[in-house]
């Protein structure tokens, strides 16, 4: 049996009053992309976000 794939291209991203992000905006690269941020400052929150959009 196969499953089905499929690839989410996000390049660029809005947030306002999710959580603890009040207002982020982004704008991704093509291929790689980290997210570096102090502790408690919404890195976890952004990626609980995008995981919502599969």
């Known amino acids: 049996m196969y499953r089905k ?5 996000i390049k660029n991203i809005e947030i306002s009053n999710f959580r603890t992000l009040n207002v982020l905006k982004i704008d991704f690269h093509p291929e790689v992309n ?3 941020r102090l502790n408690n ?6 990626l ?6 599969k």
């Open 5 to 9: 794939v499929f690839q989410v291209i």
């Open 34 to 36: 980290f997210i570096v």
């Open 48 to 53: 609980r976000l995008l995981n919502t959009l």
């Open 41 to 46: 400052t919404g890195k976890s929150n952004l």
